[in-house]
């Protein structure tokens, strides 16, 4: 999305200049209480990215946390018996509803017209919370003011770059050990439908060195019994070749961390799984959430100018796998998979560089401490 096409998407908000620098906010700021709006538009993303956050402002800064969704069924299988954060189903008028101090509309949501009004008695703290880019415009918009008098929303931009919000990251959140290189090749596979996908897995089949697949629940699992034309429920194995499968459950969203950790290359998708496989400082191949007109393929690149600056000669390689990948040119898995030491190398300095701008809770608690 460029500039123009920003503010065409905001347009009805009138964007003024940029508001003065806050006073440096207090972190332990008393209790606040946060009003979290996410309307599930399909997938797992948008559940996945507004649990992250509700999880982290209660559980690392102590915030009273109401996430009120449209669809509660993805969070009971993302955390399953969590207690730590208020989910409420979003249904009715909500009138009665008090709102609170600071309220987050995920993904520009547009929130229920009744709570809205009430917000006009005791203006909140009202951010937008932007889906992920790369977008060079973003840092440029981040933080920006949107007048709606009597209330004023701010535009809250995750990103990779200072000036962003930066990106969810829980304070506790440990690397894992890197996997030794003995023994199979260790991918987990989380994509949408994806045209190369049999070819990948052909080629994977006939490859010199052993690969283990851990293929997540959804599609990718429907693909791959599709290619193997065999059932292929949860917990099954199927090996063809070099080249073993392992059908996975949907796991929790802590569990899906772990196994990014245990393996030696991820295919993610979307934007959360996409994040936490660069915390977890392993090669990884992204799939962008499909849009019109290919317009992912600008987040794309957007994201490959910042990833592989500092990739040295593999750089041309990885771009072309990712961009085959999306949907954009043939896949080369052995030049790629020449590349994943040096990748591996790269993944360890690259989540210490988007690390050194604050992680978005952090940074969305003093953006809000310091207008409360
Ligand atoms: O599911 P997604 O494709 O979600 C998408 C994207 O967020 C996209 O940006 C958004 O526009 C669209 O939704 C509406 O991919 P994503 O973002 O990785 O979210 C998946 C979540 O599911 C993530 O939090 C990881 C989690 N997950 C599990 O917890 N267990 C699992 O077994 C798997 C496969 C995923």
Not at 330 to 357: E, M, N, T, V
Request: charged share 15%; glycine share 8%.
């Amino acid at each position: 999305m460029t500039n123009s096409s920003f503010h065409r998407k905001y347009g009805e908000d009138t964007i003024s200049a940029v508001p003065p620098a806050p006073t440096s906010p207090s972190l332990t700021s008393p209790l606040v209480s946060c009003d979290i709006f996410c309307a599930v538009i399909d997938n797992l993303g948008d559940a996945g990215v507004c649990w992250r956050l509700a999880r982290q402002l209660a559980a690392e800064h102590g915030w009273a946390v109401r996430l009120w969704i449209d669809d509660p069924a993805p969070i009971a299988l993302l955390a399953p018996g969590q207690t730590v954060v208020e989910v409420r189903p979003w249904i009715g008028d909500f009138s009665g509803v008090d709102p609170v101090s600071v309220v987050i509309e995920a993904f520009a949501c547009d929130l229920p017209p009744c709570y809205l009004e009430a917000m006009k008695a005791r203006p909140p703290v009202w951010l937008n919370l932007e889906y992920l880019s790369a977008e060079d415009w973003v840092a440029g918009c981040h933080g920006l003011p949107s007048p709606q008098p009597p209330l004023e929303k701010f535009f809250f931009f995750p990103g990779f770059v200072a000036g962003t919000g930066g990106l969810l990251h829980e304070r506790d959140y440990a690397v894992p050990p890197a996997p030794t290189f003995h023994g199979p090749l260790e991918i987990s596979l989380f994509c949408y439908a994806n045209p190369q996908l049999p070819a990948l897995l052909a080629t994977w089949r006939d490859n010199w060195q052993p690969i283990s697949c851990h293929v997540a629940d959804g599609l990718p699992r429907r693909q791959v019994a599709d290619w193997l034309g065999a059932p292929f429920p949860a917990g099954a194995t199927a090996t063809r070749g070099s080249l073993t499968l392992r059908a996975l459950p949907f796991l929790s969203q802590t569990e899906y961390d772990g196994l990014l950790g245990r393996c030696h290359l991820n295919f993610v998708r979307g934007e959360d799984s996409f994040v936490r496989a660069q915390w977890a400082e392993r090669p990884f191949v992204w799939q962008a959430y499909p849009q019109e007109a290919d317009a992912h393929l600008l987040k794309l690149d957007a994201f490959l100018n910042l990833y592989t600056e500092k990739l040295g000669t593999g750089r041309t390689a990885v771009r072309d796998f990712f961009h085959a990948w999306n949907g954009d040119g043939p896949l080369d898995w052995p030049k790629f998979a020449a590349l994943l030491p040096s990748q591996a190398k790269h993944a360890l300095g690259w989540s210490r560089q988007i690390a050194a701008y604050g992680d978005l809770a952090t940074n969305l608690v003093k953006f809000s401490v310091a207008r409360l």
